[in-house]
């Protein structure tokens, strides 16, 4: 094997609210339980991959966060070097292995507990729920399936795999078939004895028998990987696949379970029962009753629109089976799923849907609780409808006195997370997954498991009895009996699909990602909403102290100087600065305010203006000259000069250049000429004219 490969984790906000608003109610003592509980949540993973058709498909595990904070996760292969990384929600790690079983295990670290799923990809798929090693045990059921004469020798193993958790763990296997280990062939009822050290992996394999119902007694605490390499599931119907399972020791085994069909499957499932111990007594709604001594299973199949509960008086493991595509010409493919206990369920958990590189694949999720409880369970902060469990009302069940209702959802691809708003509350989680065409590919597991110690002495259990029995029926105690559904005690009426030609709830995810994005969306949408009304009223604000201003400039007087200039400041004192007059069109400009009196012939004139000449022969205008606008009359008081000799000039002309020129009549002074180029100013004294020549 070498080192594994990390995949970098998404970032789905459904993780931080899924840790926040679930109470951690599982794998932590009860105040009156002695004993400890423990459940498919951990800090400490040992795992490693069987045999599968497809040995160049790399399998993955599935790391998901239950902690609000950032948990540190560490990967080591005894082969390689150790990988850390620390994850917010999800991860996951691809192992990349050798042609073949593993030979050693990976450990699996965090700071805080996750949830790890192992799955096998390729054409041939499966996929278990890891346990923690506290929740490991040294008693153990090996559960496979029959071989099939269909296959090839190499494709038809049953096997299982020994993990070692400690060192010097002594294993005593006692077979319930013939294998080859190390060279040497051993056959049914033969016991083998091998020692583990930890992390150490060893394989067991059987091309001709079935090792359903081996028994493993260990020295110390092991984890045990049962299954089949590829399985007709029935015997020789198409097409078969790979069955892993991570298998629960018997000391967290149930009493009590009930069955769920699959969705979109019409041809039912295949359930195998086994008893841990002697003389078990086991009933089943409309089959009956049987006795199983330990190690003992039988098979029954259950039709696709109906359910079954299953008790028992001594502990029972209960695995459920998927057909072959062929059985129902269906996308379906076989898979093993444990079936959790009664016992054995969960008040939240959280998960992820399984990716497939191989084909596309839709996920769904078969929900199992109390009728009275189905007010409250919530998927992704949403509650489901009580319309989701009547539509398979009819797969109610009725265990001592305890009413239990059935919900399937189709689910949305990433993280989902279901909890009850009262956290006393429990309820089953299994999830599966079919590819896309006939015969594809398949997975299923429970999502999440209780694991209660039943030796314990003082422990608390749930014991219930079933009160759906048929009276005086037999079932069969000998191993690889199979017993088919008695005709005409169906539990429904017979109908396509388990939801009885209704369609299963749809995963409330998307609508959660919908309005997580519409509330971002509003979010920043407000945001730039009021960032751009502050901006706007500074704005008006600055305009409007703008306008201000300039109607105090519109009214505000402007005094034309004798020289020509308009005075910044209304003054006429040379030394100031002054805008002048120089125009085509001879426009008064100060500022914004104008002044555009034309003549008709487009000359500018200057009505009713006296000009003063002083003593020093400086000529100013006598009355000042307010300047018009288009908008606004521009009226004030200007300052007068006195005069002793006040000349009016009626006539001003404009040459060549520019140049603004005053004419007066019947005068000998010089006439005053005014220069308006920028930047220079000219006054002249000229010979005195007639007033036949007047214009300049």
Same mark, same amino acid.
């Given at each position: 094997?070498?080192?594994?490969v990390?995949?970098?984790?998404?970032?789905?906000?459904?993780?931080?609210?899924?840790?926040?608003?679930?109470?951690?109610?599982?794998?932590?003592?009860?105040?009156?339980?002695?004993?400890?509980?423990?459940?498919?949540?951990?800090t400490e993973?040992?795992?490693?991959?069987?045999?599968?058709?497809?040995?160049?498909?790399?399998?993955?595990?599935?790391?998901?966060?239950?902690?609000?904070?950032?948990?540190r996760?560490?990967?080591?292969?005894?082969?390689?070097?150790?990988?850390?990384?620390?994850?917010?929600?999800?991860?996951?790690?691809?192992?990349?292995?050798?042609?073949?079983?593993?030979?050693?295990?990976?450990?699996?670290?965090?700071?805080?507990?996750?949830?790890?799923?192992?799955?096998?990809?390729?054409?041939?798929?499966?996929?278990?729920?890891?346990?923690?090693?506290?929740?490991?045990?040294?008693?153990?059921?090996v559960?496979?399936?029959?071989?099939?004469?269909?296959?090839?020798?190499?494709?038809?193993?049953?096997?299982f795999?020994?993990?070692?958790?400690?060192?010097?763990?002594?294993?005593? +296997?006692?077979?319930?078939?013939?294998?080859e280990?190390?060279?040497?062939?051993?056959?049914?009822?033969?016991?083998?004895?091998?020692?583990?050290?930890?992390?150490?992996?060893?394989?067991?394999?059987?091309?001709?028998e079935?090792?359903?119902?081996t028994?493993?007694?260990?020295s110390?605490?092991?984890?045990?990987?049962s299954?089949?390499?590829?399985?007709?599931?029935?015997?020789?119907?198409?097409?078969?696949?790979?069955?892993?399972?991570?298998?629960?020791?018997?000391?967290?085994?149930?009493?009590s379970?009930?069955?769920?069909?699959?969705?979109?499957?019409?041809?039912?499932?295949?359930?195998?029962?086994?008893?841990?111990?002697?003389?078990?007594?086991?009933?089943? &709604?409309?089959?009956g009753?049987?006795?199983l001594?330990?190690?003992e299973f039988?098979?029954?199949?259950?039709?696709?629109n109906?359910?079954? &509960?299953?008790?028992?008086?001594?502990?029972?493991?209960?695995?459920?089976?998927?057909?072959?595509?062929?059985?129902?010409?269906?996308?379906?493919?076989?898979?093993?799923?444990?079936?959790?206990?009664?016992?054995?369920?969960?008040s939240?958990?959280?998960?992820?849907?399984?990716?497939?590189?191989?084909s596309?694949?839709?996920?769904?999720?078969?929900?199992?609780?109390?009728?009275?409880?189905?007010?409250?369970?919530?998927?992704?902060?949403?509650?489901i409808?009580?319309?989701?469990?009547g539509?398979l009302?009819?797969?109610?069940?009725?265990?001592?006195?305890?009413?239990?209702?059935m919900?399937?959802?189709?689910?949305?691809r990433?993280?989902?997370?279901?909890?009850?708003?009262?956290?006393?509350?429990?309820?089953?989680?299994?999830?599966y997954?079919?590819?896309?065409?006939?015969?594809?590919?398949?997975?299923?597991?429970?999502?999440?498991?209780?694991l209660?110690?039943?030796?314990?002495?003082?422990?608390?259990?749930?014991t219930?009895t079933?009160?759906?029995?048929?009276?005086?029926?037999?079932?069969?105690?000998?191993?690889?009996?199979?017993?088919?559904?008695?005709?005409?005690?169906?539990?429904?009426?017979?109908?396509?699909?388990?939801?009885?030609?209704?369609?299963?709830?749809?995963?409330?995810?998307?609508?959660?990602?919908?309005?997580?994005?519409?509330?971002?969306?509003?979010?920043?949408?407000?945001?730039?909403?009021?960032?751009?009304?502050?901006i706007?009223?500074?704005?008006?604000?600055?305009?409007?102290?703008?306008?201000?201003?300039?109607?105090?400039?519109?009214?505000?007087?402007?005094?034309?100087g004798?020289?020509?200039?308009?005075?910044?400041?209304?003054?006429?004192?040379?030394?100031?600065?002054?805008?002048?007059?120089?125009n085509?069109?001879?426009?008064?400009?100060?500022?914004?305010?104008?002044?555009?009196?034309?003549?008709?012939?487009?000359?500018?004139?200057?009505?009713?203006?006296?000009?003063?000449?002083?003593?020093?022969? +400086?000529?100013?205008?006598?009355?000042?000259?307010?300047?018009?606008?288009?908008?606004?009359?521009?009226?004030?008081?200007?300052?007068?000069?006195?005069?002793?000799?006040p000349?009016?000039?009626?006539?001003?002309?404009?040459?060549?250049?520019?140049?603004?020129?005053?004419?007066?009549?019947?005068s000998?002074?010089?006439a005053? &000429?005014?220069?308006?180029?920028?930047?220079?100013?000219?006054t002249?004294?000229?010979?005195?004219?007639?007033?036949?020549?007047?214009?300049?």
């Amino acid at each position: 094997m070498r080192w594994p490969v990390l995949y970098p984790p998404l970032s789905v906000l459904l993780w931080i609210v899924a840790v926040l608003y679930i109470t951690p109610a599982n794998g932590v003592q009860n105040g009156n339980d002695p004993c400890p509980v423990a459940d498919s949540k951990g800090t400490e993973f040992v795992v490693a991959f069987m045999e599968t058709m497809s040995p160049s498909a790399d399998p993955r595990l599935y790391i998901i966060g239950a902690s609000a904070r950032s948990t540190r996760v560490t990967v080591q292969s005894p082969r390689d070097a150790d990988i850390t990384v620390s994850i917010s929600h999800e991860s996951r790690v691809k192992v990349v292995r050798e042609e073949g079983p593993s030979t050693a295990a990976v450990l699996v670290t965090a700071d805080h507990e996750v949830t790890v799923y192992g799955v096998e990809e390729g054409n041939s798929m499966d996929s278990f729920l890891v346990l923690p090693t506290d929740a490991l045990g040294t008693e153990y059921y090996v559960v496979s399936y029959s071989i099939s004469d269909r296959l090839q020798r190499d494709q038809r193993k049953s096997q299982f795999t020994l993990l070692g958790i400690l060192d010097d763990t002594v294993v005593d +296997i006692t077979l319930s078939g013939t294998i080859e280990h190390e060279g040497q062939r051993y056959w049914s009822g033969d016991q083998i004895r091998v020692t583990l050290n930890r992390l150490q992996v060893v394989h067991f394999a059987s091309a001709d028998e079935d090792l359903t119902s081996t028994r493993i007694v260990a020295s110390k605490k092991i984890g045990v990987l049962s299954g089949s390499k590829c399985a007709d599931v029935p015997v020789n119907m198409r097409f078969c696949d790979h069955l892993v399972e991570m298998l629960p020791p018997v000391k967290s085994w149930g009493r009590s379970f009930i069955t769920s069909p699959l969705f979109g499957r019409t041809s039912g499932d295949a359930f195998r029962i086994m008893a841990a111990r002697d003389d078990t007594t086991v009933a089943v &709604s409309l089959y009956g009753r049987a006795t199983l001594h330990a190690g003992e299973f039988f098979e029954i199949e259950i039709m696709s629109n109906s359910s079954r &509960s299953i008790t028992a008086d001594k502990p029972l493991l209960v695995m459920q089976y998927s057909l072959g595509g062929d059985a129902d010409q269906t996308t379906g493919d076989p898979f093993m799923m444990l079936v959790p206990a009664l016992e054995q369920f969960s008040s939240n958990a959280v998960f992820y849907t399984i990716d497939s590189s191989y084909s596309q694949l839709t996920d769904y999720a078969n929900v199992i609780i109390e009728c009275q409880d189905v007010r409250g369970l919530e998927h992704n902060l949403f509650e489901i409808p009580e319309s989701s469990f009547g539509r398979l009302d009819r797969l109610r069940h009725t265990l001592d006195g305890r009413e239990y209702c059935m919900a399937q959802m189709v689910l949305a691809r990433g993280v989902h997370f279901l909890r009850h708003s009262k956290a006393e509350t429990r309820f089953s989680l299994a999830l599966y997954g079919m590819g896309v065409n006939q015969g594809s590919i398949a997975y299923g597991m429970p999502a999440g498991l209780r694991l209660l110690d039943h030796t314990c002495e003082g422990s608390i259990t749930d014991t219930v009895t079933s009160t759906m029995l048929t009276p005086n029926a037999n079932m069969p105690t000998q191993q690889y009996r199979t017993v088919v559904e008695i005709p005409g005690q169906h539990f429904v009426s017979p109908a396509p699909g388990p939801s009885v030609n209704e369609t299963p709830t749809q995963s409330s995810g998307k609508f959660l990602t919908l309005a997580v994005f519409v509330a971002l969306f509003s979010l920043v949408t407000i945001l730039i909403l009021v960032v751009y009304i502050v901006i706007l009223r500074r704005r008006i604000r600055k305009l409007e102290a703008e306008r201000k201003v300039y109607c105090r400039m519109q009214l505000s007087p402007v005094v034309v100087g004798a020289d020509g200039y308009i005075g910044l400041d209304g003054s006429q004192h040379p030394e100031r600065d002054y805008m002048t007059l120089n125009n085509p069109q001879g426009v008064w400009r100060l500022g914004r305010v104008r002044r555009t009196g034309r003549s008709p012939g487009g000359v500018p004139y200057v009505t009713n203006t006296a000009i003063n000449t002083n003593s020093n022969g +400086i000529s100013h205008i006598s009355e000042p000259t307010l300047v018009p606008n288009n908008r606004n009359s521009v009226h004030g008081a200007a300052a007068r000069r006195k005069s002793s000799a006040p000349e009016t000039f009626n006539r001003i002309s404009v040459d060549s250049n520019h140049a603004l020129r005053f004419s007066r009549r019947n005068s000998s002074n010089d006439a005053l &000429s005014i220069s308006s180029r920028q930047g220079s100013t000219s006054t002249r004294h000229s010979p005195p004219e007639s007033h036949e020549n007047d214009s300049v």
